[in-house]
Nanobody, 127 residues
Framework: QVQLVESGGGSVQTGDSLRLSCEVS????????MGWFRQAPGKEREFVAA????????SYSDSVKGRFTISRDNAKNTVYLQMNDLKPDDTAVYYC????????????????????WGQGTQVTVAS
């Protein structure tokens, strides 16, 4: 059974930084492509960032490009989301997601393609 546990959320001010972590167990981490999604109140869950199995390929939504960085440490079974210059519009519950991937370079941006999800961590950015 694959388990994903997020941590690192919190309440911050505009312009601050946070780093989210997601530790994965129950599956060989290096076989999984990973993604981060977020869901604000009253809105659908949306794509934030994705990373391939081998860390070489990443993708970001336009709203976070240049401010957020996704990375992974396959030795620690952990994926990270470094969030800089946070804005009130970044306020949401952030979810880590995982899926098997035959390709070591492919990343996935579609929510429906992910098989495994964490419980979410709240990020609140005050103006």
């Amino acid at each position: 059974q694959v388990q994903l546990v997020e941590s690192g959320g919190g309440s911050v001010q505009t312009g601050d930084s946070l780093r989210l972590s997601c530790e994965v167990s129950g599956r060989t981490f290096s076989s999984l492509a990973m993604g981060w999604f977020r869901q604000a109140p009253g809105k659908e869950r949306e794509f934030v960032a994705a990373i391939s199995r081998n860390t070489g390929t990443t993708s970001y939504s336009d709203s976070v490009k240049g401010r957020f960085t996704i990375s992974r440490d396959n030795a620690k079974n952990t994926v990270y989301l470094q969030m800089n210059d946070l804005k009130p519009d970044d306020t949401a519950v952030y979810y880590c997601a995982a899926r098997s991937s035959m390709s070591i370079r492919a990343y996935y941006t579609e929510r429906g393609t992910y098989a495994y999800w964490g419980q979410g961590t709240q990020v609140t950015v005050a103006s």
